[in-house]
């Protein structure tokens, strides 16, 4: 009843009016209970839904072997090393990791000794966020604490339980990193999210399965509100929640809290990692890891890598990175079918990130000044893709047959110009916004064009995003034909992926 009692302070002109805002900000803002009927209720920032384009950063002791076979996971180095197994597309022998590292550190180098040997010493959080800008993100996610436990923040928690500074201000940097790339980013439009991982590989609570309870009320509970209260960030980024249920814990507690009472309460935002029961069902948005051909009823997130590898993965060359068409052509399929692309970068023990890494971010920024239009705001169009004839490829069908960990970047290549013998093609993605249709076309467009299932008006217009030409079209029995004459060279507005603008669509 607070904000009641500060409206009936106003006088009397204006204290009808601002009576009932107050009651509406109250009842807007409302208490959710810890049960996922309460908590799913909560939207999505309306802003997220329109961002379509973010960054994830992972980024920690790992970075600095940064050593994995190429398609594995290099920020998994030490439960690699330690468990002496090893999973990946290449199908690596278990012991590789653990033999790379006795090779080159000795069998007596602990993983812990790179928390020393992470310095940053080249960590520029401006050059970061600039980078971030011109890379047409419109924000971040970055990763405060991965499953080795170690934190980017100054953090004591980390400390007590691994018996050793383990945190960023301690050891290593002896800076607060977190807080540095906040505020560096909180200098631009882009949005600031962190990463947590709920559960410690080697967390002396979290080995003991009988001290699981301890871990999540002792250490896991306190140290995650710990991080929102004083980063507040826009996004809390959960992982590492496979081992257990969301009971177990505790996270519909924690994100009621979260709703309720942090000080970031009215604005964050949550993904669905909260326990091994929630992934796609529960929490805020959905989140998928290399997947291809997902949709669901609202915005959603597929996350992956540059390469295959999340952390820097020295043994990655220019072929295992994906060219700027495939990074294209995967945003392109992902906001047709009304996802976010949260596209990873790692940077290396230094803080340096890869110019390979910062060259591709550069080149989505330039295409997204052209295309930008096709991409932020939008919503799904009735139909999400344009096939030609023939069998569809399907990513869970492709991950089977070629017995893939991840289907790469490069399976859409598959679904657009460089298709199997006698395979169907997506010839063109489709994205919404009002009464306008944005056409997403992999191949620069040229002579006459079928574009199914549209229905134009006479008001309707056809025009090529970074030019002022117009086309003519007409109506056909399965939709509408455009037609587009031979462009010259300086008349291209851009490479990769072309953008036809149709205005008016019924």
Same mark, same amino acid.
């Given at each position: 009843m607070k904000c009641l009692k500060r409206q009936f302070s106003l006088n009397s002109a204006i204290l009808i009016p601002a009576l009932f805002a107050g009651l509406a900000i109250c009842v807007s803002a409302g208490t959710y209970e810890p049960t996922w009927e309460s908590l799913d209720k909560r939207p999505l920032p309306q802003w997220f839904n329109d961002a379509k384009f973010g960054v994830f950063i992972h980024w920690g002791p790992y970075s600095v072997p940064a050593w994995a076979p190429v398609g594995t996971y290099s920020e998994w180095y030490q439960y690699w090393m330690q468990n002496k197994t090893c999973g990946g597309n290449s199908h690596p022998?278990?012991?590789?990791?653990?033999?790379?590292? +006795? %090779?080159?550190?000795? /069998?007596?180098?602990? @993983? =812990?000794?790179?928390?020393?040997?992470?310095?940053?010493?080249?960590? &520029? *959080?401006?050059?970061?966020a600039e980078l971030f800008v011109q890379s047409g993100a419109k924000y971040i996610v970055l990763t405060s604490k991965h499953h080795d436990g170690f934190c980017l923040w100054p953090n004591q928690h980390a400390n007590k339980a691994f018996g050793r500074p383990w945190n960023s201000m301690d050891?290593?940097?002896?800076?607060?990193?977190?807080?540095?790339?906040?505020?560096?980013? +909180? %200098?631009?439009?882009? /949005?600031?999210?962190? @990463? =947590?991982?709920?559960?410690?590989?080697?967390?002396?609570?979290?080995? &003991? *399965?009988?001290?699981?309870?301890?871990?999540?009320?002792?250490?896991?509970?306190?140290?995650?509100?710990?991080?929102?209260?004083?980063?507040?960030?826009?996004?809390?980024?959960?992982?590492?929640?496979?081992?257990?249920?969301?009971?177990?814990?505790?996270?519909?507690?924690?994100?009621?809290?979260?709703?309720?009472?942090?000080?970031?309460?009215?604005?964050?935002?949550?993904?669905d990692r909260w326990g091994k029961?929630?992934?796609?069902?529960?929490?805020?948005?959905?989140?998928?890891?290399?997947?291809?051909?997902?949709?669901?009823?609202?915005?959603?997130?597929?996350?992956?890598?540059?390469?295959?590898?999340?952390?820097?993965?020295?043994?990655?060359?220019?072929?295992?990175?994906?060219?700027?068409?495939?990074?294209?052509?995967?945003?392109?399929?992902?906001?047709?079918?009304?996802?976010?692309?949260?596209?990873?970068?790692?940077p290396d023990g230094t803080g340096k990130i890869p110019p390979i890494m910062q060259e591709r971010l550069l080149q989505i920024g330039q295409w997204l000044k052209v295309n930008g239009e096709a991409i932020y705001g939008t919503h799904?169009?009735?139909?999400?893709?344009?096939?030609?004839?023939?069998?569809?490829?399907?990513?869970?069908?492709?991950?089977?047959?070629?017995?893939?960990?991840?289907?790469?970047?490069?399976?859409?290549?598959?679904?657009?110009?460089?298709?199997?013998?006698?395979?169907?093609?997506?010839?063109?993605?489709?994205?919404?916004?009002?009464?306008?249709v944005y056409a997403i076309l992999p191949k620069l467009p040229e002579g006459k064009i079928l574009i199914k299932d549209v229905v134009p008006q006479k008001k309707t217009r056809v025009s090529l995003l970074g030019t002022d030409k117009e086309f003519r079209w007409k109506n056909v029995k399965d939709g509408m034909q455009v037609t587009v004459p031979a462009l010259l060279a300086k008349e291209v507005p851009c490479e990769h992926a072309y953008v036809l603008k149709l205005t008016n669509v019924k």
């Open positions: 022998k278990p012991t590789v990791v653990t033999e790379y590292h +006795e %090779k080159n550190y000795g /069998k007596d180098f602990s @993983y =812990y000794e790179f928390g020393d040997m992470f310095k940053a010493q080249d960590f &520029d *959080p401006a050059a970061w050891a290593g940097a002896k800076r607060d990193l977190v807080g540095e790339l906040k505020a560096a980013v +909180e %200098k631009t439009p882009v /949005k600031f999210g962190l @990463y =947590y991982s709920l559960y410690e590989w080697y967390n002396p609570l979290w080995k &003991d *399965p009988a001290q699981h309870s301890r871990f999540v009320d002792e250490h896991f509970l306190p140290q995650v509100k710990e991080l929102v209260t004083r980063y507040q960030p826009a996004i809390l980024w959960g992982d590492g929640d496979w081992m257990m249920e969301d009971t177990a814990w505790k996270t519909p507690e924690l994100l009621a809290w979260l709703y309720n009472e942090s000080p970031c309460k009215d604005t964050i935002m949550v993904n029961n929630c992934r796609l069902k529960h929490g805020g948005c959905p989140t998928t890891e290399y997947d291809s051909g997902t949709t669901f009823d609202k915005a959603w997130e597929e996350c992956r890598g540059i390469g295959f590898s999340f952390g820097y993965n020295r043994n990655e060359d220019v072929q295992d990175y994906n060219s700027i068409k495939v990074l294209i052509l995967v945003l392109a399929d992902i906001v047709s079918h009304g996802g976010n692309l949260l596209l990873d970068i790692g799904k169009w009735r139909t999400l893709v344009q096939w030609s004839a023939g069998e569809q490829l399907d990513g869970k069908a492709y991950k089977k047959l070629k017995k893939l960990s991840y289907v790469g970047g490069d399976f859409v290549l598959k679904q657009t110009i460089d298709p199997e013998p006698g395979m169907a093609v997506k010839e063109i993605f489709f994205t919404a916004k009002g009464n306008d």
